[in-house]
C-alpha cells in the first residue's frame, strides 16, 4: 500500500478499500482512522479501487 504526502503537513488520506483500511497521515491519525473507518466500511464493500481522501492544505 502506497500513499502520497502533500507538502510538510503530509495531510493525505489513503483509504485501500479491498483491505478496508486506511493510512493517514497526520498528528490526529488514530481519530481520522476510527472516522473513516466507519464512514467507507460499506462503501468498501462493493469497490474495487482506492479512494483517496485530501483534506483541506493550509497556506
Known amino acids: 500500500m502506497r500513499y502520497k504526502e502533500e507538502g510538510s503537513d503530509g495531510k493525505f ?3 485501500s ?3 478496508m483500511s486506511i493510512e ?3 498528528q490526529k491519525t ?3 482512522k476510527r ?3 466507519l464512514r467507507y466500511k ?3 464493500q462493493a469497490a474495487n479501487s482506492f ?3 485530501k483534506t483541506k492544505p493550509r497556506r
Open 35 to 37: 472516522k473513516f473507518s
Open 24 to 26: 493517514a497521515i497526520s
Open 30 to 32: 488514530d481519530r481520522i
Open 42 to 44: 460499506e462503501e468498501a
Open 17 to 19: 478499500i479491498k483491505k
Open 51 to 53: 479512494l483517496y481522501l
Open 13 to 15: 488520506i489513503l483509504i
